[in-house]
């Protein structure tokens, strides 16, 4: 065995490729994508490394083309979560015993993979089954994933580094970082492949073993990225893919005696069932379960008279409507000065005449469709729901269509009622509502900003004036764990922008960061003495007459 020191470079970022026209990336991908569509892939589970194929059969389409079938996955059972769970179990030892350098050795190796042979592979299951167009995909299937793996290494490191004060009686004080005792749940969302990998990656290069349950709009990509686990050289049982519905899983992991630990995104009602679940049953468990969340968003844009009227257009249209808008951190609900206000609409809405909506093929397309026909529905009716309203203006799209494909045109909205259901509700979809107010209304407005929504995820502001970005980021602090200075409150980088918010939003373990993979990991600390008392006697015992 070496008894090196080993050491990893601080990071940089997985550059994000332009997909330019006549690129050899665009060739690439394009290539990937009618290959993904030539053949109907069976989409199994993984249980301890083997591929399962058994279970009710779901067939799996493009959100933006619901009458072409990709493939299909095989719903799960209680017994592929009895087995999943054995597996991880059965696996621990050995991966926990790694050196740490092995298993960084294993995520290190899936970011190059990722960025080299599986990159056209991963991009083109992300826009197939999440609509996304190539951009969108890029940042978050391959550019963000491979910042996670390789950003995630480097600050497991700089947390091993850590070590208590060293006494100068012979004393030898040092820190181990072991893995939490018995086997981490994650739970994925559809919206972020990225996320969807990171969930369980991160807590298995703690040392942890893990059961992974993703969103079913997400299984065509998460099927991708256990193929690049195991290419990695993952060994078999430290994540375990499965497809059993949410609550039978929780049926039996919350129940478990192992259970140790939740990693989850998605939304904040099922979030704190979870919680509620895991709190009744916490007297049944070998320690206290670790339960890290992020949920939801209802993100603003905030802009003071001092703002430049067409940057804050640009940012709501790209904060708002990037991805169709299905981000916890999409910008939602804007507050814009009277006195902006004409030419922030103006070069708005003439911007969003030039979006081009349909399939992610067509590389042409800004927008594409909604996850699905549940998510359309619900967003839908907040549409009308706003055309009913006489508080309500709609100032741009207010169309949906789903005879193809689940597109619903990006919808802006202006509202009289700065707590109208639409500026307080997480929509998660392309409506941004927008509240104007007077000028001589900042600091009020502010007040508003805080108070209106449980969430807070994300914000920005938007000024010019140095006194006024330093007035709303005090009045702010707590209601966005990121906050952005005009810039649009998406996009948060792995290693540059640590990613989570407070209240309803989560537990603001910030993601890309040292303080999420803390949650995944159990110190213990070992004094040594090297010369040990012979004489139990403290000196204060003496003669108390000498």
């Known amino acids: 065995m070496s008894d090196a ?41 993984f249980i301890n490394g083997e591929r399962v194929l058994d279970g009710e059969k779901v067939s799996v389409h493009p959100p933006h083309e619901r009458s072409f079938t990709l493939g299909h996955f095989y719903r799960g059972t209680q017994d592929h979560v009895h087995r999943a769970i054995d597996a991880a179990l059965a696996a621990k030892p050995a991966w926990e015993s790694l050196p740490w350098q092995q298993r960084a050795a294993v995520f290190l190796r899936a970011a190059d993979l990722l960025a080299g042979p599986f990159r056209a592979r991963m991009n083109a299951a992300t826009m197939l089954g999440q609509s996304k167009n ?40 040092r820190l181990e970082y072991r893995a939490l005792e018995g086997f981490v749940l994650a739970i994925t969302p559809f919206n972020f492949t990225s996320i969807a990998a990171n969930l369980p990656a991160a807590p298995a290069l703690c040392g942890n073993t893990v059961v992974w349950k993703p969103a079913e709009t997400q299984i065509y990509s998460a099927v991708v990225i256990m193929e ?54 916490v007297g049944h468990y070998r320690s206290y379960p670790r339960i890290v969340g992020e949920t939801g968003g209802k993100d603003f844009l905030v802009a003071h008279p001092s703002a430049d009227a067409v940057e804050v257009a640009v940012a709501l249209l790209r904060g708002a409507f990037e991805y169709q808008g299905q981000k916890c951190s999409a910008a939602s609900r804007a507050y814009v000065p009277a006195s902006l206000w004409a030419a922030v609409r103006e070069r708005l809405v003439a911007d969003m005449k030039t979006l081009r909506s349909g399939t992610v093929e067509d590389f042409g397309n800004f927008i594409n469709a909604v996850i699905d026909e ?147 990991i159990s110190p213990r600390l070992i004094k040594e003495n090297f010369v040990p008392p012979v004489d139990y006697r403290y000196p204060f015992l003496g003669d108390a007459a000498k």
């Open 5 to 45: 020191i080993f050491n990893l470079a601080i990071p940089a970022n997985e550059p994000v490729l332009a997909y330019a026209p006549g690129s050899p990336e665009r060739k690439a991908l394009k290539q990937a994508l009618q290959e993904a569509k030539a053949k109907q892939r069976e989409l199994p589970a």
């Open 134 to 173: 190539a951009y969108q995909a890029e940042i978050d299937s391959v550019a963000e994933m491979c910042d996670f793996f390789r950003f995630n290494a480097y600050f497991l490191q700089e947390i091993y580094r850590e070590q208590p004060l060293h006494s100068p009686d012979g004393i030898w004080n």
């Open 228 to 281: 690049l686990f195991e290419a990695a050289g993952l060994p078999k049982g430290v994540i375990n893919l499965i497809y059993t519905d949410g609550p039978e899983v929780g049926d039996i992991v919350f129940k478990h005696r192992d259970f140790a630990g939740l990693h989850f995104t998605g939304s904040t009602k099922v979030f704190q069932q979870l919680w509620k679940e895991i709190g009744n049953n």
């Open 374 to 520: 549940r998510a359309f529905d619900r967003i839908a009716g907040y549409i009308d729901g706003a055309k009913a309203d006489d508080a309500v203006e709609i100032v741009a799209g207010g169309g949906y269509d789903k005879s193809e494909g689940f597109f619903i045109e990006p919808t802006v909205l202006l509202t009289t009622d700065p707590r109208s259901k639409t500026m307080v509700e997480e929509i998660f979809g392309p409506v941004l509502t927008i509240y104007v107010y007077e000028d001589a209304q900042w600091e009020e407005t502010l007040e508003l900003v805080d108070t209106t929504s449980p969430y807070a995820l994300t914000g920005a502001v938007f000024a010019t004036d140095r006194a006024v970005i330093e007035q709303a980021s005090r009045a702010l602090r707590n209601a966005a764990g990121n906050f952005y200075v005009n810039d649009k409150p998406t996009g948060a980088v792995v290693g540059q922008q640590p990613f989570g918010g407070a209240r309803a939003s989560g537990t603001n373990d910030k993601a890309g960061s040292a303080i999420n993979l803390q949650r995944w």
